[in-house]
T-cell receptor
């Protein structure tokens, strides 16, 4: 069974600085998707960034980028120029692609990292 | 607002009572998911619908839980004979049809927070 591990329960960063959140996962599959979701105190889950496993290039979305190391099964999130609005719980998630035989469509989440941004 | 909506946002009930939650997905999304999130944990998958068909259920979905999506649009999640361990945030998400640009992504609603006294 696939598992996702986030080993940092809490992280803190100064405003305008850079922070990296760690995520590791376990799977025997070669094709899958990885996601980072943000859950602010209002609790609505928002997609931050996604990575397809077959793509070697790391995904980027404005100030957010990932370091995807497929062999190491590592998927870290880097937030540059941190802003107060980045304060939230961040979840790493894994998913099989839809074409996977007998596919489960579920997202498998880690336990999350609570990010605090200090002014 | 064209996002996923859930109703109610908060529900307080006494142990043993039945509760029902509603989820309205994004209008063109034919796939719908329910997750449960307890304090300090990531969401855990409960069940998945494609149109009106319930195609996947987690072992977490005990016989006290039932989910429906009768017309392939909104969905309901009912919990019978609630227990204190059912206290959690219940999240709904939806995805567009297979073959569309974002079909591997899930868009979440704000959740329904259930407290069982």
């Amino acid at each position: 069974a696939q598992t996702v591990t986030q080993s940092q329960p809490e992280m803190s960063v100064q405003e305008a600085e850079t922070v990296t959140l760690s995520c590791t996962y376990d799977t025997s599959e070669s094709d899958y998707y990885l996601f980072w979701y943000k859950q602010p105190p209002s609790r609505q889950m928002i997609l931050v960034i996604r990575q397809e496993a077959y793509k070697q290039q790391n995904a980027t979305e404005n100030r957010f980028s990932v370091n995807f190391q497929k062999a190491a099964k590592s998927f870290s999130l880097k937030i540059s120029d941190s802003q107060l609005g980045d304060a939230a719980m961040y979840f790493c998630a894994y998913k099989h692609p839809l074409h996977y035989g007998g596919a489960t469509n579920k997202l498998i989440f880690g336990t999350g990292t609570l990010l605090a941004v200090q002014p | 607002d064209t996002g996923v909506s859930q109703d109610p946002r908060h529900k307080i009930t006494k142990r043993g009572q039945n509760v029902t939650f509603r989820c309205d997905p994004i209008s063109e999304h034919n796939r719908l998911y329910w997750y449960r999130q307890t304090l300090g944990q990531g969401p855990e998958f409960l069940t998945y619908f494609q149109n009106e068909a319930q195609l996947e259920k987690s072992r977490l979905l005990s016989d006290r839980f039932s989910a429906e999506r009768p017309k392939g649009s909104f969905s309901t999640l009912e919990i019978q004979r609630t227990e204190q361990g059912d206290s959690a945030m219940y999240l709904c998400a939806s995805s567009p049809p297979l073959g569309t640009l974002l079909h591997n992504e899930q868009f979440f609603g704000p959740g329904t927070r259930l407290t069982v006294l």
